[in-house]
């Protein structure tokens, strides 16, 4: 769990660094630093219920830090939904980079023609606005991020990419 949420991290620094909106990069950076301690936090709590065994107290505390972590996780991926709505630069020649940028494109592509189809639904009411019931949710980050191919499960996680690993492979 920490590895993968070390990946979301890199993942949401990435994008911080090429978002062109400012608030947008500097909420994503806030969200991948507060994913960054939590990770840590779970990783201390991990090691020493490792060290000290079974207890009902060590076990909640493990539970909660895992629940903490999976919200920060999805508050990253929303602050990524919204930078990539917003905008992203020019990656750098960096492949995890251009890796990163491509999965963000595939996302808003998705987004695009969503709302395209949407906007030719009949589902309008009488001023032109989207009626609720029925209509489908827009596409987020959450099910791409799950549907990563299942070579890319059996990759050794690391904190820090290893030559020849990049941020999506180890799936997030």
């Known amino acids: 769990m920490v590895s993968d949420g070390q990946v979301v991290v890199r993942f949401g620094n990435i994008l911080a660094k090429h978002c062109l909106d400012q608030r947008c990069s500097t909420e994503l950076l806030r ?3 507060h994913t960054q301690s939590i990770g840590s936090q779970l990783a201390i709590v991990a090691r020493v219920k490792a060290v000290t ?5 060590s076990s909640e ?6 629940q903490n972590l999976i919200q920060a996780v999805q508050h990253v991926l929303r602050a990524a939904e919204a930078a990539c709505v917003k905008g992203l630069g020019q990656p750098s020649a960096d492949p995890e980079e251009e890796e990163v940028a ?3 494109q595939q996302w808003r592509k998705n987004l695009t023609q969503h709302r395209a189809k949407e906007a030719l639904n009949s589902d309008r009411d009488e ?12 596409p987020t980050l959450m099910p791409l991020v799950q549907e990563q191919p299942p070579w890319s499960r059996n990759v050794p ?3 820090s990419p290893r030559k020849g690993h990049t941020v999506m492979d180890r799936h997030l």
């Open 31 to 33: 969200a991948a630093e």
């Open 53 to 57: 065994g079974e207890s009902k107290a």
């Open 61 to 66: 505390l493990l539970l909660s830090n895992v």
């Open 102 to 104: 491509a999965f963000c």
């Open 127 to 138: 001023l032109g606005l989207r009626k609720t019931r029925g209509a489908k949710a827009e």
């Open 157 to 159: 996680k690391h904190p």
